[in-house]
Each structure stands twice: as C-alpha cells, then as structure tokens.
C-alpha cells in the first residue's frame, strides 16, 4: 500500500483565495483524520470521520473551513476565504477499525501551505 | 481525554541509550498508552502502544509501571537519524472514540 496520500505537496496562495487540500486514506481503514501543525499550537485536531461520516469537528477553527468525505477513498479540506493565519502543515492520518488500533494512525506526508 | 506531560527536550550521544518519560496521572482503565515520532517535515509515526508492564518492538520499548500513571519509552543505542520529535498520547484504543491529542512532544537532539 502507498500510504496515506495527500496533494498538493506545497501551496501558496494568495489571501482570499480558496484553498482546497485532498487526501487518500490507506484502503480499507474506516476512520479519517485532518491535523494542522504550526509551530506555536503544536498538531491540532481538526476534524475526524468514521465510514464517511463527521464524528467530531470541534477543532475545526472558523466557518471557512470545511471538509468533505464522499466516499471511502477521498477526503478534502476546504478554506475559503483564506487568511495569512491558516498558513501550516495539514496532516491527514487515517485508522483501521478493529480492537486495539484506535490509537495507531497513519500519517500522510503533509501540505504546506503558505497564504501571503 | 487523559492529559500527557513529557520533558520538551533532551541530548544525547550516539550510541547511547535514550528514556524518555510521560506523565498521565488521570489514565483511565481503557486507556492504551502509545509513543509517535515525528522527523522534520513528515507525518508522525506510531512507535508502539501498551496497556501495562513491558512491550518491546524492533524500534524501541514501553515500560508501564503497575500503577500507569507514567510510562518511559526507551531508544537502545540512539544515532542521528533518531533525531525526531516524540509524542505520548493516552487513548482508548478499542472503541470508536478515535480523537488523538497530541501534546508539545519531546524534541530529541542526538549529537555524534
């Protein structure tokens, strides 16, 4: 399996813009998570999915954003409109059902993006 | 969710071992007890997960004292490239309560 894929690798956009992030889970893993990076708060959780489904989008920090799930291998993540303080790394991670998986999540190599 | 407090960094040499320490006083009984790694410019990966005493892999092992309310990931014979940022997280791995917190980590800086 390839892994978590995600794309673009690098974004640079212009304030207001929008910006949309995709992901590919690994096959056959029912949960699917969006992170964020920066430096001063560290990874947060923005979001999370079971079966296509949102479960929890508590961290998901303003109404410009918003993420999707049509089916079991893609998932997105929206902003619009973009601000200079969304620039980060979003990570997407997902997870396999199962007894004692929920804690070991695959990660994905990240988008950069940078909103001047 | 179980909060977490690890040291923010540590230094060690090549070739030495490396324990690094996670404090999780408010453990609850389903609660697994997992270590990720994070190197410049990726995704965090899982190391290994326990639930109480021993858990040894080919990367590193978990020490869970009886009462759980800490653990200590141990790296034998550190090199450079285990230069990475370490997280513990506490969870329930077993339901569908998926939500991982990740805290500030431990930056581990291995010099030769």
């Known amino acids: 399996d390839a892994g978590v894929i995600q794309s673009p690798r690098h974004e640079v956009t212009e304030m207001g813009q929008e910006v949309t992030l995709r992901c590919k889970p690994i096959?056959?893993?029912?949960?699917l998570f969006w992170y964020r990076q920066t430096m001063m708060r560290g990874l947060e959780l923005l979001i999370y999915?079971?079966?296509?489904?949102?479960?929890?989008d508590s961290g998901m920090p303003e109404d410009r954003f918003s993420a999707k799930m049509p089916n079991a291998s893609f998932s997105t993540l929206k902003i619009q409109p973009s601000e200079p303080r969304d620039s980060a790394v979003y990570f997407c991670?997902?997870?396999?059902?199962?007894?004692?998986?929920?804690?070991?999540?695959?990660f994905g190599q990240g988008t950069r993006l940078t909103v001047v | 969710l179980a909060k977490t407090t690890q040291p923010i960094s540590m230094d060690s040499y090549e070739g030495q071992e490396v324990n690094i320490t996670c404090s999780h006083n408010?453990?609850?009984?389903?609660?697994?007890i997992t270590w990720y790694q994070q190197f410049p410019s990726q995704g965090p990966r899982f190391i290994i997960q326990?639930?109480?005493t021993k858990v040894t892999n080919e990367v590193a092992s978990l020490f869970i004292p009886a009462d759980r309310k800490s653990s200590t990931l141990s790296l034998p014979r550190v090199s450079l490239s285990d230069t990475a940022v370490y997280y513990c997280?506490?969870?329930?791995?077993?339901?569908?309560?998926?939500?991982?917190?990740f805290g500030s980590g431990t930056r581990l800086q291995v010099q030769p």
């Open positions: 991670a997902s997870n396999p059902a199962g007894p004692r998986s929920g804690t070991e999540a695959f």
């Open positions: 096959s056959g893993h029912d949960y």
């Open positions: 999915f079971n079966n296509n489904v949102p479960i929890d």
């Open positions: 408010n453990i609850a009984t389903n609660d697994y």
């Open positions: 326990g639930y109480k």
């Open positions: 997280l506490v969870g329930d791995a077993n339901t569908g309560r998926r939500a991982l917190t």
